[in-house]
């Protein structure tokens, strides 16, 4: 993944950290998704431009004037800026701005202090520009310390024209008290109440009184009246001179004796409470969790009749009906209301072991939804996302008592997940969706593996229908060559690994090879460097007499890997992208290596390599989610498709050199963790088979890039489901890795100066391509691949001999037979030893003993 100049960011809310003890159960809160209540503004700092730009000026990829009383950035590349003039203001504050733009990307605003005058990440705040030509009014808080000297606006990522009619600075003046967090276990309710101010405050709780000591929390015990098992409960703060605060609280009573109408199918009991308020779920008898509610509204439980007993059981009322369906794992909940409503309310119980929710958080045991170790600005809370980063219609929990997940149809609903369950304080982990019509299936199975939930919501939807390809396969690869023998990717020097002319151009192996394959010439070059593209191609050592030193090359390069290997197989990471995680090691860093040692051992037949790689998947057995693959930028910690590709790609290897079944599980396993990282639904001309890199953000801040696809990641993935397909039906893996290449060669850049180049990034609200623009050896590569073609350098096995040559080759009867092409001499790598010397006949034999 590359970093590109302009982050792409959005709005979130604040976070609160604080802990709260609720009976028994200790119960990290790290979420507060209530902001605090702000009571009025204060007016600081007004700039209008009726007589001119009000001392703001043009910095960077802009020009600057007003007319008609409206500043005009016109944007003239990827980074346009401006600042104002000087300003002596204390923080925090925030700006109101009203603004018209139709570029593209997302704003940010930076400030200067008395302390540190220039202009840093550290003090930012991005915001969410919308680009529609449309005026729009904006709030912008800044979380700034000390003295404020200076601000610039970031207006965007994209070339065109924006206008700002005011842009003003205010104080925001919030509420005294703030409820930082509730928990509910069965009728007890703690309540966590903070007193902002410097003086002791006095206030009704629920009806209790309770003196606050200043700048001090103070957690409040309350236990609700009551005998039914589901009900919502709303608890009111009370002080002098201000408004009340509220929070409603939701009560699941394990313990409630309900009125229950009960249904059973296997394993799985379901009892309804009558009023339709919510439901208990069972499985060989014992409580997992709960749908509670079925619906509500603004907090507040409608009353609902029981109209229908059969199945599905349905309610009415209070504009408002349910219906509610078991069959086998199967609970079906249809809600229909005429004002925005949630429903059904999934409440899994038991200490987690795995979460998803697709597109957005992959979690592993004990892990917490929302949570800073993998973003640390605002946008880490992501409980109730924009529809569009949502990949597939999936959230699901895993925990030692259950399997829980939850999928729909319309996604444009809006999907909400928090483990724990930050939103009420209920115990367990909760999911849901919010609208007016939903359709909602939950599936209930005894623990079991994540990876069950995956494959269960394809098999319920089914991969969708490729996306129509934007050029035929001879436009296709000839625009990918027009990017590969010209500029700016080519030079005298050689190729760089991107278009851009920071990016060192080198002789390239992965390049040279692709020109070959296409073309058939072999370019000039006075020596050759591995790499260059996101999957190897080295055929061109073998076309140009390099052989030999393509061996030594590889053999160091396994060598050094072993030498780096851990006792146990791992490998250990001690670089800064460690913190917050729980190890020092990842599924996708030990991958990474590994890949390298069993190819080197396919192709040579090297022992030590050989061992150290099947070391290595033996270590690996250990993991469950995806993650550290990318730790040149996004932190050991972060769920990665890039883990999932190398896994897999690994175990595939393995499976291949050693004949072991279990490793064919385990690439299996791999390939079904990567499907959460695939857009599986589409509401954008170019979205379908788009692939979400990470669930993280570079360096924790920006880009963010959840919702922003990175093709070249999902075409490596795609690669890896290529090697298993021989081997796997457990989904068409051939239709999945046909559409992530088909949405690469959407998102490649059909004219202009990078023709032929893969976008870094694509943002699907704008439909834009974001630099840095790649090379497109890769999607060569893969297109080849998955029309059964060569792509690189072949490996054959028979008879005790093994064999690489640059053509399709096998073994047979003591000889090597290789497809060669008539005239071009070429070598071939015998038994990891020895370097044949061929000029081709089209039907070439070399014998081997």
Known sequence: MIRIPKYQWCRGVCVIMSLVACGVLAMAQDINPYPRQL?????????????????????????????????????????????????HIEGPLAVKLRVKSATGGNGEFFWATAASPGFNPDNSQHFKLIHDGQWHDYTVRLNARGTVTRLRLDPGGAPGLIEIEKIELVREILHPLEIQSVCSMGRRISLMLTNHTDKAMACTVDGQQIALAAKAAQTVSITAGGTAPFEARDIAVNADGVPPLHRTVFVADADAEGDWIERR?????????????????EVNGKLVGFIA????????????????????????????????????????VAVQSDAPCEGPVLRALGSLEQGLFAG??????????????????????RFSPDPLKVTMPLMAFVTDRVLAAMTWRDMTLQPVFATPDFLEGVEGHRAALRGKKMEATILVRGPAPLED??????????????????????????????????????????????????????????????????????????????????????????VTSRANEW?????????????????????????????????????????????TLLEHA?????????????????FMKRFHTPRGAQTWECALHTPDILASAHLVHAYVRGYELTGNREYLDCARKWAVTGLP????????????????????????????????????????????????????????????AEGILIAAEQMQYPDGEYAGCVPDSFSLDEQRRNPWNINPCAIVSLRLVLEGKLDALAVATAGGHRVVAPFPVTIRDGKARIRGREGVGYQVLVDGQRVVDVRSRGEDIVPLD
């Open 39 to 87: 009571l009025r503004t204060e007016s600081l700092q007004q700039w209008a431009f009726q007589s001119g730009t009000a001392d703001w000026t043009a910095l960077h990829h802009c020009t600057l004037a007003a007319a008609d009383g409206v500043l005009k950035i016109q944007s003239n590349g990827n980074d346009p800026y401006v600042a104002s003039g000087a300003i």
């Open 265 to 281: 199918s296997g394993e799985n009991t379901l009892k309804v409470a009558r009023d339709g308020s919510g439901a208990r779920i």
């Open 293 to 332: 509610p079925l619906v509500w509204r603004d907090g507040v439980l409608p009353k609902l009749k029981l109209v229908g007993q059969g199945n599905p059981l349905k309610f009415v009322g209070d504009g408002v009906s349910v219906a509610v369906t078991l069959r086998g794992e199967e609970i079906s």
């Open 360 to 381: 957005l958080e992959y979690l592993g045991k004990g892990e917490r939804s929302s949570s800073t170790l993998d973003i640390e600005t605002e946008e880490h809370i």
């Open 453 to 542: 939930a995956i494959l269960w919501v394809m098999k319920e939807r089914g991969l969708p229908p490729l996306p129509k390809a934007p050029r035929s396969r001879e436009s296709q690869m000839a625009l990918s060559l027009k990017a590969l023998t010209g500029l700016p990717l080519r030079t005298d020097a050689g190729w760089g690994h991107c278009a851009e002319p920071h990016w060192a151009r080198q002789p390239f192996a992965d390049h040279a090879s692709t020109i070959w394959r296409l073309t058939g010439e072999a370019p000039q070059l006075p020596k050759l460097v591995l790499g260059g593209s996101h999957i190897r191609n080295e055929a061109i050592y073998f």
């Open 551 to 595: 061996l030594k090359v590889k053999a160091s390069q396994a060598r050094g890997i072993i030498a780096s290997q851990k006792a146990d197989g791992s490998f250990r990471y001690g670089g800064k992208y460690q913190r917050g995680h729980f190890e020092d090691t990842a599924s996708g860093y030990c991958a990474t290596p590994a890949v």
């Open 602 to 618: 396919r192709a040579t037949g090297d022992k030590a390599a050989l061992d150290a790689g099947v070391k290595a998947l033996e």
């Open 677 to 736: 990282f695939v857009y599986q639904w589409s509401c954008q001309p170019v979205m379908i088979y788009a692939t979400t890199p990470v669930y993280g953000a570079t360096n924790w801040r920006a880009p963010n890039w959840i919702g922003l696809p990175v093709q070249w990641c999902g075409y490596d993935y795609a690669y890896a489901l290529a090697m298993l397909m021989p081997y796997d039906k457990t989904l068409n893996w051939r239709q999945l």
